[in-house]
């Protein structure tokens, strides 16, 4: 069974950057993409980032954080990052990491793709 454990997150003013960590307990075909999800209180939740973790990582980002999140994979130490900067009062929320077996690369962030989800980890973005 693979477990995924997210840590970074914190509070930090507008501007400001953080990097969330996203450990995998074991590597499988459950692990071939990783991705980071966000949800906001009242709000869906939304796809950030995802990439591939095979030989040729190829990262895909949605438009809201394109430019500003970077995804970068370790698979030495079982790890993805969320490298977070010129946070915003609108990044505010709870952050998760997530790994699908495939992607419909049409489809980056549709949810019932990723079969494992951490627990999240609480960004807060203050004015």
């Known amino acids: 069974e693979v477990q995924l454990v997210e840590s970074g997150g914190g509070s930090v003013q507008a501007g400001g950057s953080l990097k969330l960590s996203c450990v995998r307990s074991?590597?499988?075909?459950?692990?071939?993409?990783m991705a980071w999800f966000r949800q906001a209180p009242g709000k869906e939740r939304e796809g950030l980032a995802a990439?591939?973790?095979?030989?040729?990582?190829?990262?895909y980002y949605s438009d809201s954080v394109q430019g500003r999140f970077t995804i970068v994979p370790d698979n030495g130490k079982n790890t993805v990052y969320l490298q977070m900067d010129s946070l915003q009062p609108e990044d505010t929320a709870m952050y998760f990491c997530a790994s699908a077996p495939w992607i419909d690369r049409d489809n980056w962030f549709r949810s019932e793709q990723y079969k494992v989800w951490g627990q999240g980890t609480q960004v807060t973005v203050s004015s």
């Open positions: 990439i591939y973790t095979g030989p040729t990582p190829s990262p």
């Open positions: 074991a590597n499988s075909y459950l692990t071939n993409y």
